[in-house]
Every structure is written in C-alpha cells, then in structure tokens.
C-alpha cells in the first residue's frame, strides 16, 4: 500500500463527509415544504463560482481525466482535437438554455427537466419517454465513472479494484445521500479549484521531466507517427469531426445533470459572470489533462490499459506526497459527475414518476427521504455493474451523452422557444431519435454514413419533431402563458395552470 499517496487522498474525503454534515444540518433546518426544493437545488441560491464550478466539475468527468488522456495515449491527437469542442460547455448551456430555464422554472416551481416538460407538453408519454431515456443513459454514464475513479485509486495506492471500488461508491453515496444538491455544489467548488490546479501543476511537473513538449513528440513520432495525423487510428474524418463538433458542444448542456444546475443561479449578475470565466477555465482543464495522454505514452510506450496511462505516469515521475495531492483532482471530475447524475436520477424516479403519477398525496419531507433511500439504491446499482469495466471508459462515456443528446435536445431547445412545439412533435422526436440512436450504435452502423451516430440520430429526431408538431394540435393557450406570460397572467389562470397527469 502507497501510504504516500493514499493519506492526502484520506484527507480529502473527510473534507467532502464534513461538507456532507454540514449541508445535512442546513437542510434539516429548511421549513416543511421547502425541503425538497433545498434537496434538488441548494434553493436556487447559487453565487457565480458555484454555478460556474458546480457546472465544470459535473461536466469534467472521468472521461475528460481518465478517459480522454487513454484514448491520446492509443489514437492520438485527434481526441485532442473533437474534445475542444466542449470548452464552451458552461456557456451555451447558461446563455442558450439555463438562463429562461430558471425563469420559467421560479414561475413554475419546477425542479428538473421532466418537470419542465411536463408543465411544457402536458402529456404522460413525454415524461415516460424522457424519465426512460434519463434512468437509462444517465446510468450507463455513471458506471465509467466509478470505474474511471476505481482505475486512478487502483493505480495510486497498489489496493485491489473491488476494494478501491466499494470505498469510493460508500462515499459518494454518503454525501449524496445526506448533503443533497448543496453538498454537491460546495464540492464542486472544492473540486474544481483541485481540478483547475491540478491541470497545471500535473501538467508542468510531467513535462518538466521528459524535458519539453518537443523531446515527447520527438520520440513518440519516431514509434508511432501514426497518432499525429487525420484521420489517424481514432478514424477523424471531416464528418466524424463535424459529428463530435454536436456532440461535445452544441447540444451537450442539455445533459440533465448540466441543465438542473444552470436552473439554480441566484441572480442575473452570477449567470453573466459565470459564462465569462467558465470557458476560460474549461479550456485549462481540457487541454491540461488530454495532452499528458501523449506525455504518458513518452513514459510508458506499451501500456495494455490506456485508461491506465496517466495515473500510471503521476504515481512513477512524482513524489508520493505530490502524486497523492494531485490525484485528488482528476478523482474529484469523476465524484462530481456522479453525484450530479445520482441526484437527477433519484429525482426523476421519486418526483417526476412516484409522486407525479403513484401517490401525489406524499408530504414533502416524506418525499425528501424516499429520495434519500433512492439514492442509495442507486449508487449500490452502479457499483455492481461497475464490476466489470470496460477497456476504454470515454467510449462508453460518449456512446450514454449521444442518447441523452439525441432525447433531450429538441424538445428543451424548441420546447423554450417555438410556440408551435407539441407534445405529438416531442414524442415522436424522442421515441424516434433514441431508437434510431441505439439501432445505429449497436446493430446497423452504416446508417451513420460516416459520421458519430449523434448527427443521423438528431437529424431524425428533428425531422419527427417538426412532423408531429405540424400533425398535432397546437398547445393550450394556457401553455403558451406560462412559458411566455408573467407570473401575475400564471397567476390568473389558477387550476388551469396545472398540468395534465
């Protein structure tokens, strides 16, 4: 056991329990009727820094700090290349879509992206589908996050996978289960400032040693001249390219773990502030960390496990006492990813399927607590199918962000601003897009003539939306006030502002 490195390690988690502890004792605090809005959404009171951290660290996974570096480490700098594409990520989601979002969602007292379409679409299909298409892909994204966050303890401290494994689930359910959405954002503060500094020191420290970024493409050019040309071993023709270009940009803060966060700002001066800075430090981030994947392989030219390439690299080139350190960054993307995901899932199983459609009638606290256990369960749930890990996580990590993509981004984007959207368009996108999605990935990949299966599927998915919106009925007036009118006009309309169940 590398006690070097473990200690620091040890000691971040009793930083993240006590922030747990402390976000339990706030929320236990919060009046009856209030607690699940405290649970989901810190009660919508978020600061610039802890919407912009809260949104990088969730959206910097294990596929940004374990995953990409292995995919350069064995295809090259084209992953380098399509993952820049998420640089803007903090921005689009709060400038395209979070900031009318909250608006909508004070008005409505909405808490989650189901909730919101289905104040939107009025229809139990829509929130069937998109409950389905969350439970579903959210839980194939979280399974490479443990197993990403496994990996990087199993390099650093020598310990089994299983144990490294059950310890790490153990925590993250704990301050999920007990601190709720507050303690995560407070984490992710924490865990963004490691990440962003991290980056830089890990970064400096491994390039230092090989002697300059010239002497790693020296050597790996002469074994491998392959990685450093299109469309290389990762196969980046100009459409696979274009295709990533959607996928880790354009439409990738509709994931809903990104989009309950960008509800939750405080106030316009936090959204604005937060869109300037993000992108900035996103770029430190993304840079940082995939470029030491070809650092790695100047290290470790024949690693079997490219997922393993870079904590490899940290724990042989630095001290102990710094490996340790610095490992907390890349273990803390993959813990705030996969509490954000936890919380959404546990949110659209209690809130937008039990309460909304079995027991109604159900108290607010008693609603806070189901969640907690939901939560629970889940973790639990992940943890056993993240047993057997794959071979590269950001595979699986981009194969679960284009089903969320392809179900989700038509029906929030047109939902929010074409009044002509319906619940038949929304339907048929979803159902449509996510079966063309899954019959692509795994059964027929010549229907995606070329390209990432994100752009037929969303070509598909568009095409039936506008098919059925055009098709069906118009949306009740009293839709179009609430996503468009003003509080006094929602006020106005009483029951009939409610959604049909």
Known sequence: MRWGILIPILLYAVVLLAIA????????AVAEGRKTEHYYMGGRS?????????????????????????????????WILVSVFQVPTAFIALAVLGKKWAIVGRKLGALS???MLRHRYENPVVVVLSSLGIVVFLSAYMVPQFVGGSRLLEAATGADYRVVLICLAALVAVYTTFGGFLADAMSDVLQGVIMLVGAVVVWVALLSAAGGM??????????APELFTLPGPGGFTPQMIASYSLQLGLMFGVLP?????????????????????????????????????MMARYYHPDMEVGDLALPTTIVEVLPAGVAGVLFAAPLAAVMSTVDAMILVVAGTIIRDLYTAYVNPRVSDGRTSAITSATTLGLTALV????????????????????GLETAFFFPLVLGLYWKRANALGAGLGMAGGMAWYTVVNNWA??????MFPIATSSAVALALFLLGSYLGPPPRREVLVKFWGTQAEIDRL????????
């Open 21 to 28: 502890w402390w976000s339990f004792r706030r929320r236990q």
């Open 46 to 78: 978020l600061g610039w820094m802890l919407l912009m951290f809260t949104l990088l660290a969730s959206g910097a996974s294990a596929g940004t700090f374990i995953g990409g570096p292995g995919l350069v480490y064995g295809e090259g700098y084209g």
């Open 113 to 115: 992206i189901v909730e």
């Open 214 to 223: 010239g002497a790693v493409n020296d050597q790996v050019m002469s074994t």
């Open 257 to 293: 773990h990104l989009a309950v966060r960008a509800m939750s700002y405080r106030d316009s001066r936090s959204v604005h502030t937060a869109m300037k800075v993000g992108p900035l430090v996103m770029t430190v981030i993304t840079l940082g960390f995939l470029t030491m994947g």
């Open 383 to 402: 943890l056993v199918l993240a047993l057997n890990p794959p071979d590269y996580l950001e595979l699986l990590v981009i194969y679960a962000i284009g």
């Open 445 to 450: 990949p010549e229907l995606a003539l070329g």
């Open 494 to 501: 009483g029951d009939a502002a409610r959604p049909a169940r």
